[in-house]
């Protein structure tokens, strides 16, 4: 690094971070081996793209136990295959990880991972080694799904979100998708994972079913009433460019449940609208009740293909949303945007929306070229309290490690630059940076 960008960086390293969104679990919070770093989903992705035969996500879930066998599977077939993709950005924190927390400096290849992954597996894959890494990053409290917390297992460590039915996600080919989120959490008396973006309905065998429109007012009810106010700090749904937003009715919704059989695109955005709308009025009137402002949280940009997603953002999707938004001040709306080219747009909607912030870097946004540009963007026409620097998405405190540097990096390369152009003393610079990593970004968390 440059020596003014090297400064930055070291003093951004004494900087607390919260951890705004992951999927780390406390059953697990650590890699358990080679597995839960080569193939976190973001590199599966490229793996798969480079021809390995294998692109759905490790086996994941609430009863899913660690099947070492099938990892030792998938990570023979994938090995091969990294050759290929050694140039990319997602592969050099692969290295990152395994040199800064495992002292690993060998480029893995079919002769030696086996050596790696029993390296891995040595150390302490729970709470010591977690906190060890977190302190490494010096990550103070990371976000996580509620059910990953495991009955509250490492508080100290962790706080939640809601991530419990997405129902204004698309799902590939399935134009009920709305109703059968809600059909998923309606057959739940306690919130658990959510359906995967890549789900199928014959995987699933509900109880209860929506048919009339008193069913779906029952459901909305049911997850209303079990949001646990005492326990979360956020519900995080996806919001779905292919989806188109407008006002729907009461008849619209009972009129579209007609045909659940073989529903339309039209019969799907109707679903979605309404769903969406009744839960947002609901959050409201709980948080009034409970005397506590629960985070809604939408993550956009990135639509379902077989195995994961493409970046696609619509371009009335945009102001779409922020008609929902303005409707409801009431609400305090975090956004993941995954479009790069939309983030100048999005960011003239937080200049105008005192309720809506972005939030960090997620998905296809997460590539130095890519973070560099929305950081750009957002530190020129942002305040400091719309925009949250960081969150990693991360299924294990390896990986949340990994992305904290690699932040770092970008945002001390960004400040150096406004530095060098007479934008900022270098204290100003420290002083903006601090206050969107952490000081800022989340204090709404702590308003209790």
């Known amino acids: 690094m440059k020596p003014l960008v090297q400064k930055f960086f070291d003093d951004l390293n004494k900087v607390e971070l919260i951890d705004m969104h992951s999927h780390i679990d406390a059953a697990h919070p650590c890699a358990r081996g080679l597995d839960d770093i080569l193939l976190y989903h973001m590199v599966i992705t490229e793996l798969y793209s480079a021809g390995c035969p294998d692109g759905e996500r490790m086996p994941d879930g609430i009863d899913v136990g660690y099947d070492e066998q099938y990892a030792l599977y998938r990570l023979e077939r994938a090995v091969p295959y990294i050759k290929y993709i050694r140039g990319t950005s997602i592969y050099w924190l692969v290295r990152t990880i395994l040199a800064d927390l495992y002292d690993w400096h060998e480029e893995l290849n079919e002769s030696n991972w086996r050596a790696c992954h029993e390296l891995i597996k040595s150390k302490n894959t729970g709470y010591d080694h977690a906190k060890e890494i977190a302190k490494k990053a010096n990550i103070i409290k990371t976000s996580t799904?509620?059910?990953?917390?495991?009955?509250?297992?490492?508080?100290?460590?962790?706080?939640?979100?809601?991530?419990?039915?997405?129902?204004?996600?698309?799902?590939?080919?399935?134009?009920?998708?709305?109703?059968?989120?809600?059909?998923?959490?309606?057959?739940?008396?306690?919130?658990g994972p959510p359906i995967p973006v890549t789900a199928k309905k014959s995987d699933y065998n509900f109880t209860r079913e929506i048919r009339t429109i008193e069913d779906v007012d029952a459901a909305i009810k049911h997850y209303i009433d079990r949001i646990p106010y005492d326990e979360v700090e956020s519900n995080a749904s996806h919001f779905s460019t292919d989806i188109n937003y407008f006002d729907v009715t009461r008849e619209d919704m009972i009129e579209a449940l007609k045909h659940r059989d073989a529903p339309s695109e039209h019969d799907r955005d109707v679903y979605a609208n309404y769903i969406n709308e009744e839960i947002l009025c609901g959050i409201a009137r709980k948080n009034a009740e409970h005397g506590k402002r629960i985070i809604v949280q939408y993550s956009l940009g990135a639509e379902p293909l077989p195995f994961e997603t493409g970046s696609k953002m619509r371009v009335e999707t945009i102001f779409e949303l922020a008609r929902i938004i303005a409707r409801h001040p009431e609400l305090w709306f975090e956004i993941h945007v995954s479009s790069a080219s939309a983030d100048q747009a999005w960011c003239t909607l937080a200049r105008e929306l005192p309720n809506l912030q972005l939030d960090g870097f997620w998905w296809h946004n997460f590539f130095p070229v890519h973070i560099k540009q929305v950081m750009n963007d957002r530190i020129d026409m942002l305040p400091t309290n719309k925009q949250g620097g960081f969150f990693t998405d991360a299924y294990c405190m390896d990986w949340a490690y990994a992305k904290a540097k690699l932040i770092k990096q970008m945002y001390a390369e960004v400040f150096a630059v406004k530095i060098e152009?007479?934008?900022?003393?270098?204290d100003q610079a420290l002083q903006v940076a601090k206050q969107i990593l952490y000081v800022d970004s989340i204090p709404h968390i702590y308003d209790k």
């Open 145 to 191: 799904e509620l059910w990953r917390g495991r009955g509250h297992k490492y508080d100290d460590m962790f706080y939640y979100s809601l991530e419990w039915a997405f129902f204004t996600r698309g799902q590939w080919g399935m134009n009920d998708a709305p109703l059968f989120e809600l059909e998923h959490a309606w057959n739940e008396e306690i919130p």
């Open 421 to 426: 152009e007479g934008q900022y003393t270098y």
